[in-house]
């Protein structure tokens, strides 16, 4: 079900997909993966990691000055702390641990490590093992978004393990 989101919370709910039912922070977590899957398309193998990288480390950017900024609004406007349809922090999180994550190898094995990011980041920001889980209670905007972020990292490091274990 998806109700209609508010004009000026429009970057906190990724235009409207945090009211996507059920699961919204799964849905916020798939418009940087769907962006690098693009890229991987359209880009040369040689111009993938860099520009991928880039459009990631902006897309947490901007996200996460959105969570920031909005946050406050967002909280009061949905009637608790870091409501669910607010996706913005899921987007930064997600992007972060695009940035950060390793890139393999040209063809389908790039399509596979994308799949495994998310799936990564989904459980750390769902089981939010220390010190994402304390990062929640900052204040406002900050709280909203400071555990996904340490989500992002945390899933980036899984993701870099998994490569070094693979390639022993």
């Not at 991928?52 to 996460?64: E, G, K, N, Q, Y």
């Not at 946050?71 to 695009?98: H, I, N």
């Amino acid at each position: 079900m998806i109700t209609k989101p508010d004009g000026n919370l429009r970057w906190v709910t990724f235009f409207g997909l945090g009211h996507m039912r059920p699961f919204p922070g799964t849905w916020g977590s798939l418009p940087p993966v769907v962006l690098a899957m693009l890229l991987l398309l359209v880009l040369p193998d040689a111009a993938y990691a860099p520009v991928m990288r880039l459009a990631m480390l902006l897309v947490a950017i901007a996200f996460t000055l959105a969570c920031v900024v909005l946050g406050d609004k967002a909280e009061p406007r949905f009637g608790r702390k870091d409501p669910s349809q607010v996706v913005a922090d899921e987007v930064a999180g997600m992007a972060l641990c695009l940035a950060l994550m390793p890139v393999v190898d040209p063809g389908w094995g790039r399509f596979g490590t994308l799949i495994l990011a998310f799936i990564f980041f989904r459980a750390m920001d769902i089981v939010k093992p220390w010190p994402a889980y304390s990062l929640q209670d900052k204040p406002g905007g900050w709280g909203v978004v400071l555990d996904d972020l340490a989500a992002g990292v945390q899933a980036a490091v899984l993701l870099w393990f998994s490569f070094i274990v693979a390639t022993i």
